[in-house]
């Protein structure tokens, strides 16, 4: 039987989500694993989360998927985005 790897990447680990966010509860990264978020899906959720367009509500397009569940879950866990001091 031949073996195909999968094309699909790898969930980004605890220690990738906090490089690109910054510091996190413990908790907030659990949830985070949980979506199963690639490295890429979690930093575009970041940005978004960080972005002055999306606040004002001027964005042109909106984040799917793992990306928008991760936006969505620091939206929740941090309502002021100042407050997360992240790494990007």
């Not at 659990?30 to 979506?35: E, G, Q």
């Amino acid at each position: 039987m031949i073996h195909v790897p999968s094309t699909e990447p790898n969930p980004a680990t605890a220690s990738e989500i906090r490089e690109i966010v910054g510091l996190l509860e413990d908790e907030v990264v659990v949830k985070i694993l949980d979506i199963g978020a690639t490295a890429s899906e979690v930093l575009d959720a970041y940005t978004w989360f960080r972005s002055d367009e999306r606040r004002e509500r001027q964005a042109e397009h909106e984040l799917h998927g793992r990306a928008a569940r991760v936006l969505e879950l620091l939206d929740e866990e941090y309502p002021d985005p100042d407050r997360l001091r992240g790494a990007g």
